[in-house]
């Protein structure tokens, strides 16, 4: 599956804050039907457009957090 376009991210993380404080790899794999890692690359991306910023966990607990892209 392709990775969705900038302003579909946009749009299906900010509804996701809405509801959850935090968005994993995996969680991201769900909403998209994107493979886990490939749920990984794109927060890596939407991190440097800063919607998401990681969080300080590592491992099987990394997650992501709300960026200033969501205002």
Known sequence: MACPSSSTR???VR?????HRQITSGDD??????TV???RRQLEKLAQE???RRG??????AHHL???ALG
Not at 15 to 19: G, L, N
Not at 29 to 34: C, I, M, P, S
Not at 56 to 61: D, F, I, P, Y
């Open 10 to 12: 946009a749009v299906v």
């Open 37 to 39: 890692a490939g749920g």
């Open 50 to 52: 800063d919607w998401v």
């Open 66 to 68: 709300p960026g200033s």
């Open 29 to 34: 794999a769900q909403l998209t039907g994107l």
């Open 56 to 61: 300080e966990a590592v491992g099987r607990n």
């Open 15 to 19: 509804a996701w804050f809405a509801e």
